[in-house]
């Protein structure tokens, strides 16, 4: 293993008329990006609600299930996924500076993801998550944070993702090791391996303190983002400190609320 790796690789920023897995898509935008989905007859993409920019009247909605909705809940996490039905124009955006950029899934590759930071999907993607315990609990309330996994099924498809700043992508050979600030990645594939490294630190007379990062393992890829997002907190946490319980009827009431503001007739 040479001390000396490759640097990490800006990703592109921008894509104009791009097609591929069967859709066409334009990413623009210079702090805030904006990416456009052009749907044919019938193609869907699903996303978080409130990413949603603007689209075509002829672009239908219906709600995509979730498994493990009181988790979500209790854990702060999106509880509606909406699908988009074409035919019809249809555009996404996240209230911050950043990039937007596609991650292409061959039939069957997977792709792990942290939380808050999908933005959009082809509908032949399955999505599900996973909550990591443990990693960095100093920097993540204690409770540690959630993965959104990805799966392309029989045909290739598309993961939009929101990184913070610049997203870099570096990779990783069989057993080379790679040491990121908790809050300082994006994504990785599932096979490479992802734990956190302490390194004690002292100040004579002042005492000393521990750092903490997340230590990936090759082989695979990992995407950086230039902006480090820290989650200070958890509806978990609030919960546990105030002995409030969430049931399945409270879920369900805030689904229904949710759904009725999307769905709903506007007087």
Not at 10 to 20: G, K
Not at 27 to 51: K, M, S, Y
Not at 88 to 109: C, E, K, N, T, Y
Request: proline share 5%.
């Amino acid at each position: 293993m040479s001390f000396l790796s490759q640097p990490a690789q800006l990703l592109p920023t921008h894509a104009q008329d791009v097609q591929t897995a069967a859709v066409s898509y334009h990413i623009a935008g210079e702090l805030v990006p904006v990416l456009v989905v052009d749907l044919a007859p019938g193609q869907t993409v699903f996303f978080e609600h409130h990413i949603l920019l603007w689209k075509d009247p002829s672009v239908e909605f219906r709600v995509r299930p979730l498994g493990g909705m009181v988790k979500r809940l209790i854990a702060g996490m999106e509880l509606l996924i909406v699908e988009a039905v074409g035919p019809g124009q249809i555009a996404f955006s996240r209230d911050g500076v950043g990039q937007v950029f596609p991650m292409r899934l061959a039939p069957g590759q997977e792709l792990d993801t942290r939380e808050h930071q999908f933005l959009a999907a082809t509908g032949n993607v399955g999505f599900t998550w996973q909550r990591v315990r443990g990693i960095s609990n100093m920097l993540f309330g204690g409770t540690g944070f959630f993965i959104d996994k990805f799966q392309a099924d029989a045909e290739e498809g598309i993961v939009w993702l929101h990184g913070h700043g610049n997203v870099f992508e570096k990779t990783l050979s069989p057993g080379d090791q790679f040491d990121v600030e908790p809050g300082g990645w994006l994504y990785k594939d599932p096979c490479v391996q992802m734990e956190t490294n302490y390194q004690g630190l002292t100040a004579g007379l002042l005492g000393g303190m521990r750092l903490a990062c997340n230590r990936f393992t090759g082989p695979g890829r990992v995407g950086l983002q230039s902006m480090s997002v820290v989650v200070e907190s958890s509806v978990a946490d609030q919960a546990s400190q105030t002995g409030a319980q969430t049931t399945e009827d409270t879920a369900f009431g805030v689904i229904g609320a949710i759904a009725g503001s999307i769905f709903g007739n506007r007087g």
